[in-house]
């Protein structure tokens, strides 16, 4: 992983999916107030109140993003120096062009996972990147089972599949876009604003339906008649 990622080894932790990584870094913040910028993805407040942290959705002095958000698919602006620490998911980060993956700065930790970017939930992976002093504080709350052995025989080839994968996907978002009425989205789904005409259950959020993306050859079978 180190050579894949082109970082120090002192710089990445694993995990047992990125709710893994998140319980154990908000083991490190007892006293702190956790918020959110944007929707937010139900766990963190989940994880919060199983480690006995305040969550505030206005104000905290530690802030969560999903970048791209889980919710919406937008890329919002986050405004570094205004928290102590900066938790920075991006489970959808490889449908974007843009990223902090790679900044560095000292109080962020940038969470990823295969989950989206290979459709694979179930293995329940995660990785992370950080200063090395917060990466030796996740790992000295680490348990003895933080990969199961699927992924242990995948890795690190899975990450070659990534690439192929997301430009696979991202044929079929150029498509709906291209056929349909949307709004943005920077994620692995689109955004209609009418519901698609697929035999398929697309969720409404707000004013427009979520289209998780697909194949294009799975698309077609979708296809209502």
Same mark, same amino acid.
Request: glycine share 4%.
């Given at each position: 992983?180190?050579?894949?990622?082109?970082?120090?080894?002192?710089?990445?932790?694993?995990?047992?999916?990125?709710?893994?990584?998140?319980?154990?870094?908000?083991?490190?913040? *007892?006293?702190?107030?956790?918020?959110?910028?944007? #929707?937010?993805? %139900?766990?963190?407040?989940?994880?919060?109140?199983?480690?006995?942290?305040?969550?505030?959705?206005?104000?905290?002095?530690?802030?969560? $993003?999903?970048?791209? +958000?889980?919710?919406?698919?937008?890329?919002?602006?986050?405004? &570094?120096?205004?928290?102590?620490? $900066?938790?920075?998911?991006?489970? @959808?980060?490889?449908?974007?062009? =843009?990223?902090?993956?790679?900044?560095?700065?000292? +109080? $962020?930790?940038?969470?990823?996972? &295969?989950?989206?970017?290979?459709?694979? #939930?179930?293995?329940?992976?995660?990785?992370?990147?950080?200063? !090395?002093? @917060? /990466?030796?504080?996740?790992?000295? *709350?680490?348990?003895? @089972? %933080?990969? +199961?052995?699927?992924? =242990? %025989?995948?890795? !690190?080839?899975?990450?070659?599949?990534?690439? !192929?994968?997301? =430009?696979?996907?991202?044929?079929?978002?150029? @498509?709906?876009?291209?056929?349909?009425?949307?709004?943005?989205?920077?994620?692995?789904?689109?955004?209609?604003?009418?519901? #698609? !005409?697929? +035999? $398929?259950?697309?969720?409404? /959020?707000?004013? &427009?339906?979520? &289209?998780?993306?697909?194949?294009?050859?799975?698309?077609? %079978?979708?296809? =209502?008649?």
């Amino acid at each position: 992983m180190s050579e894949y990622l082109q970082l120090p080894v002192e710089s990445i932790e694993i995990g047992a999916g990125t709710i893994d990584i998140l319980e154990r870094l908000l083991c490190l913040f *007892e006293t702190k107030t956790i918020t959110c910028i944007g #929707p937010y993805w %139900s766990g963190i407040k989940w994880a919060c109140y199983k480690n006995s942290l305040k969550f505030d959705e206005v104000m905290g002095d530690i802030a969560y $993003v999903a970048f791209p +958000n889980s919710r919406d698919g937008l890329l919002r602006e986050i405004n &570094f120096d205004h928290y102590e620490y $900066v938790i920075v998911d991006e489970a @959808y980060g490889d449908f974007s062009d =843009q990223s902090h993956f790679y900044e560095g700065r000292e +109080n $962020v930790i940038v969470t990823k996972t &295969f989950s989206k970017s290979l459709s694979m #939930p179930g293995l329940r992976f995660a990785y992370c990147t950080a200063h !090395p002093s @917060y /990466i030796d504080a996740l790992k000295s *709350e680490s348990h003895r @089972y %933080s990969i +199961n052995t699927a992924v =242990q %025989s995948i890795l !690190p080839g899975a990450f070659d599949l990534i690439i !192929p994968h997301v =430009q696979r996907m991202m044929v079929t978002k150029a @498509y709906l876009e291209n056929k349909h009425d949307c709004l943005p989205s920077y994620a692995n789904f689109v955004r209609t604003k009418e519901k #698609p !005409p697929y +035999n $398929v259950d697309v969720q409404k /959020i707000d004013d &427009f339906y979520r &289209f998780t993306l697909v194949d294009m050859d799975t698309l077609d %079978s979708l296809k =209502q008649a």
